[in-house]
């Protein structure tokens, strides 16, 4: 890599230079203040390139829970003006030299995920520079791990009664869903499910990693969350997990247990899971599912989601890979 003396990469000085971070555009861009005042983000984790006093790159981490460790780095923007080969080597030594002071020396690195418009592979302009940046990002030896849609109900859009197929109850604490989420796990379609499961971990041990990392930090009523049964017998058939994250409110998990896959029944789920929240009177609900899980994807569609983005994320997992 080339060294540009000219290139500024530093931390900001403090959330008094958020203005200057912004000179380049994202669409999490307003979140920033209230995450700087709750300590989701520190200034110490947000750095810029400067040439002079011209911004050519910045880059952010984030945590759901303050006080920890970063959780995912999901800034990562370069100015647009800059030439392919400016683009690359700046990227490069601002992740790099980021990376090097954020994430501790041995600690394994925070997904990057991106948030991007539904079509951007056909607006040549969008797809040059997202192409831009995942080309740093592999030269750093990361690798795209999945793309997902991002999905959205609105306030407004029908939601169906119940049919009388399936009957559901509140979960009742941690083992009670886990006992679902285990059996969940195999053959899931999930591409951070099964890379929990390549990496060693059982059936079990994936779902418990899902519930205490993710599930478990909701501050939402348990008693939203549901399971779905056979109303004849009480057998299980599957799960919802409707919640609110420190944004939105969400559909966060949705499972059907294997025996009963291919018979409707996650229409009727998410249909439950839905419900619970439109009955808080809230103005949307998202959701998201990767592009391979076309079952979820249209199951989604047919309870009047709308997809209004993509997501993708990047991992540095490859032996050998710095700070993997």
Do not use: C
């Not at 890379?195 to 599930?215: F, I, M, P, Q």
């Amino acid at each position: 890599m080339t060294h540009d003396p000219a290139l500024l990469v530093r931390p900001l000085a403090g959330p008094q230079e958020l203005d200057l971070f912004n000179r380049l555009d994202y669409v999490l861009d307003h979140e920033l203040p209230d995450d700087l005042a709750t300590g989701r983000r520190l200034p110490e984790w947000m750095w810029v390139a400067l040439r002079g006093d011209r911004l050519v790159g910045r880059i952010g981490w984030w945590t759901g829970r303050p006080g920890t460790a970063p959780q995912a780095l999901d800034f990562f923007d370069l100015d647009p003006e800059l030439s392919a080969e400016d683009a690359a080597t700046i990227g490069l030594r601002l992740l790099q030299t980021a990376t090097a002071a954020v994430v501790p020396e041995g600690a394994p690195r925070p997904e990057y995920g991106r948030f991007m418009p539904a079509d951007w592979r056909e607006v040549p302009e969008t797809r040059t520079r997202l192409e831009r940046l995942f080309g740093v990002l592999e030269a750093s030896g990361a690798r795209p791990l999945v793309e997902r849609l991002r999905l959205e109900w609105r306030a407004g859009t029908a939601v169906p009664e119940p049919t009388g197929r399936l009957a559901f109850r509140p979960v009742r604490d941690r083992e009670d869903l886990l006992a679902l989420m285990t059996p969940v796990m195999e053959g899931t379609l999930d591409a951070h499910g099964q890379a929990d499961l390549a990496t060693g971990l059982s059936l079990r041990e994936a779902a418990e990693l899902h519930y205490d990392e993710e599930l478990a930090h909701y501050t939402t009523p348990l008693a939203w969350w549901r399971i779905a049964e056979l109303p004849e017998t009480g057998e299980p058939v599957g799960f919802v997990v409707p919640a609110r994250n420190n944004y939105h409110p969400i559909i966060a998990y949705i499972g059907v247990l294997p025996a009963h896959r291919g018979h409707g029944h996650v229409d009727e789920i998410l249909a439950e899971g839905t419900r619970v929240l439109a009955a808080e009177d809230v103005p949307n609900i998202r959701a998201a599912t990767d592009v391979g899980n076309v079952p979820m994807a249209k199951s989604f569609a047919r309870a009047g989601y709308v997809n209004f983005e993509r997501s993708i994320n990047f991992v540095w997992d490859a032996p050998g890979a710095a700070g993997a």
